[in-house]
C-alpha cells in the first residue's frame, strides 16, 4: 500500500503535537516517559521532533495516559494552534 504524502499542514500538526508532547513531559526523562507509555524512547524522540507527525490512536492514547493529558485538550490544543490561538499547551 502506498502512503499519500502528508500536506503542509499535517506535518505542521505533527510538530505541535511533539512540542505539546515535549512541553508536558517536564523534566522528566524521555526514557523514563517512553517507559511508562510502552513505547520506544526512539518513538517518543521521533513524535517529539516531528519525524513521525503521525503517530497511532494507540501510541497517543498511551503517552497521554502516561503524561496524564486528556485526549480531548491535546486535540483541542492542536486544533487552537492550527487557528493560529494559543501555541502552548499547560500541563
Do not use: N, W, Y
Amino acid at each position: 500500500m502506498v502512503r499519500v504524502p502528508l500536506s503542509p499542514q499535517e506535518r505542521q500538526r505533527g510538530e505541535r503535537f511533539g512540542i505539546l508532547l515535549r512541553q508536558a513531559r517536564g523534566d522528566r526523562s524521555m526514557v523514563d516517559v517512553a517507559a511508562a507509555a510502552g513505547v520506544s524512547a526512539e518513538t517518543l524522540r521521533k513524535i517529539e521532533t516531528g519525524r513521525a507527525p503521525t503517530p497511532a490512536f494507540f501510541t497517543v492514547a498511551a503517552l497521554a495516559h502516561a503524561l496524564d493529558l486528556s485526549l480531548d485538550d491535546l486535540a483541542a490544543a492542536c486544533a487552537e494552534s492550527a487557528e493560529g490561538g494559543e501555541e502552548a499547551m499547560s500541563a
